[in-house]
């Protein structure tokens, strides 16, 4: 089934793009960074896409090894612009991490959803819970790392690099693993949400004077 990408990501953005006409402070920042990791989302589907017609991989094989490239780096870049340029508190930057995390899993959904329907709620609930899940939680680890170096003046290209590296082997490992049917599958769904509940715990331990980069 054909689906107008373009037209969803309008249909969605526009009401949220007039909010920001209303609200002010970390409100607005959400809302923006939400709008963005939205429009990341289809940049990433067109790069993704243009990849697997050149290179002839097939669908399975561009999920696997090209897409979490491809898209955690796009979800990255702007984390990176706003903290090398506005350099804000470690706690805004992981707000806007999440903001974009979030944006990006939206629309990927309901692009998703309009392709094979949503008859079968269980289903739904269980992507919600898994790719979803595993969007946010991918870019809000690279936050946290990103935060932290620059607080311990480790921040360097290097550390980009080894925390997108790590990012982007989580993301793959959970796509290889829901590529097959079966027990691999059912690990892959669990894998996301029991890591959030672990990043949680640990987010929470981690002292607060850490987490500001000022």
């Known amino acids: 089934m054909t689906i107008y990408a373009e037209n969803i990501l309008l249909c969605i953005a526009i009401p949220l793009a007039v909010c920001l006409l ?11 960074a939400f709008l963005l990791g939205m429009g990341m989302c289809l940049l990433s589907a ?3 896409g243009f990849l697997n017609l050149i290179t002839g991989m097939g669908e399975n094989d561009t999920a696997i090894f090209v897409s979490p490239v ?3 780096i796009l979800k990255l870049c702007p984390l990176v612009f706003f903290l090398v340029v506005f350099e804000p508190k470690g706690r805004n930057l992981t707000m806007i991490a999440v903001a ?9 959904n309901c692009c998703y959803i ?15 819970m898994a790719v979803g899940v595993m969007h946010i939680e ?31 082997t989580f993301h793959a490992i959970y796509n290889l693993l829901v590529s097959r049917p079966g027990v691999t599958s059912v690990i892959a769904y669990i894998l996301p949400p029991f890591t959030a ?3 949680f715990f640990l987010y929470r331990m981690i ?8």
Do not use: Q
């Open 207 to 214: 002292p607060k004077r850490l987490l500001r980069t000022e």
């Open 70 to 72: 491809v898209e955690e």
């Open 22 to 32: 209303f609200v002010r402070g970390e409100a607005r920042r959400f809302v923006a």
């Open 197 to 199: 509940v672990l990043m």
């Open 138 to 168: 991918s870019i809000f680890a690279l936050s946290i790392w990103l935060v932290l170096a620059k607080r311990l003046k480790a921040f360097s290209f290097a550390t980009v690099l080894g925390s997108l590296a790590l990012a982007t």
């Open 46 to 48: 067109y790069i993704s």
């Open 100 to 108: 974009i995390g979030a944006g990006f899993a939206t629309f990927e």
């Open 114 to 128: 309009l392709t094979i329907g949503a008859e079968s709620l269980a289903y739904i609930m269980i992507r919600g």
